[in-house]
């Protein structure tokens, strides 16, 4: 079975500054799904980044951006100019290629984000 | 295009008694997956409907089960409820496609006293 670790329980960060979140997980396959997702307070689950193991360039969405080590299995989620929207539980996520194996997602236990002003 | 409606948004049940869960997907989405998310355990998969068929199942015991209807609505039930299974509940569904993300519902939190 996958098994996704993230380290950091709580992190915090300043306004405006920059912050990576850890990421590392355990799979035998060689092609598959990473995510990260948010969750506010409001509970909705937001996808932020997705990364496609096939793919060596590490996805970037906006002030988001991962660096993909997959001979490490990690997956750390930066975070620049940080505002206080981003204040939110974070989730690392895998899953395996479509095909039977379905869409069920591995989560992990998530990284308390804290923004200060 | 409306997001993923999970009703009702808060349930409260007494132990022994059993309840039930429903999600509508996205307009189009085939798959529906649900998670039970608690403070101890995280976020668990308990399973995946797609076109009707459960396709997956996490390790959960035989009193959580689910069904989807013809229109990709699904039901989540649980049947003779303990504490344990007070949690939020959340509800994703999925396109087609490999890499497609899920979208998730705002869930329902059911306590269970």
């Known amino acids: 079975a996958q098994t996704v670790t993230q380290s950091q329980p709580e992190m915090s960060v300043q306004e405006a500054e920059t912050v990576t979140l850890s990421c590392t997980y355990d799979?035998?396959?060689?092609?598959?799904?990473l995510f990260w997702y948010k969750q506010p307070p409001s509970r909705q689950m937001i996808l932020v980044i997705r990364?496609?193991?096939?793919?060596?360039q590490n996805a970037t969405e906006n002030r988001f951006s991962v660096n993909f080590q997959k001979a490490a299995k990690s997956f750390s989620l930066k975070i620049s100019d940080s505002q206080l929207g981003d204040a939110a539980m974070y989730f690392c996520?895998?899953?395996?290629?479509?095909?039977?194996?379905?869409?069920?997602?591995?989560f992990g236990k998530g990284t308390s984000l804290l923004v200060t002003p | 295009k409306a997001g993923v409606t999970q009703t009702p948004r808060y349930l409260i049940k007494t132990r022994g008694q059993q309840v039930t869960l429903s999600c509508s997907p996205i307009?189009?989405?085939?798959?529906v997956s649900w998670y039970q998310q608690t403070p101890g355990q995280g976020l668990q998969f308990l399973f995946e409907?797609?076109?009707?068929?459960?396709?997956n199942k996490g390790n959960f015991p035989g009193r959580f089960s689910g069904r989807q209807f013809s229109n990709s609505r699904s039901e989540m039930n649980v049947s003779t409820l303990e504490l344990g299974d007070s949690a939020l509940y959340l509800c994703?569904?999925?396109?087609?496609?490999?890499?497609?993300?899920?979208?998730f519902g705002q869930g329902t939190r059911l306590t269970v006293v």
């Open positions: 307009s189009g989405h085939r798959s």
């Open positions: 996520a895998y899953r395996r290629i479509n095909g039977n194996s379905g869409y069920a997602l591995n």
């Open positions: 990364q496609e193991a096939y793919k060596q």
């Open positions: 799979t035998s396959e060689s092609d598959y799904y």
């Open positions: 994703a569904s999925s396109g087609t496609g490999g890499g497609t993300e899920a979208f």
């Open positions: 409907y797609f076109s009707e068929t459960q396709r």
